[in-house]
């Protein structure tokens, strides 16, 4: 029943960070639940490093979000940086 509970948290999570985040995101259901369950990762490690969090304690819901959020800007950033000359899907032209 754990990883049940993990996997609801996360798409919360995922979706409150994909509702508060402006642009354009990937994904369906399984993205949105994966960002979530990182966004938990990275709030509990970086807490831990900054001493927030002692060794086995989770993250909160809120640090939970702000680590999503965190992961979606680092998406941008780098979807951003590259282009996409074929934007429509079309096949390249044969002269």
Do not use: C
């Not at 709030?43 to 979606?72: C, D, H, P, T």
């Not at 940086?81 to 032209?93: A, F, I, L, Q, T």
């Amino acid at each position: 029943m754990h990883i049940l509970g993990t996997i609801i948290i996360g798409f919360i999570v995922g979706v409150i960070a994909k509702l508060l985040m402006p642009g354009r995101d990937p994904g369906g259901f399984v993205i949105t639940t994966l960002l979530g369950i990182a966004g938990a990762f990275i709030a509990k490690y970086i807490g831990q490093a900054l001493g927030w969090y002692r060794e086995g304690q989770n993250a909160g819901f809120i640090a939970s979000v702000i680590g999503a959020i965190i992961l979606l800007a680092i998406y941008h950033l780098v979807r951003r940086g590259v282009r996409h000359d074929n934007v429509h899907g079309d096949s390249p032209k044969i002269r």
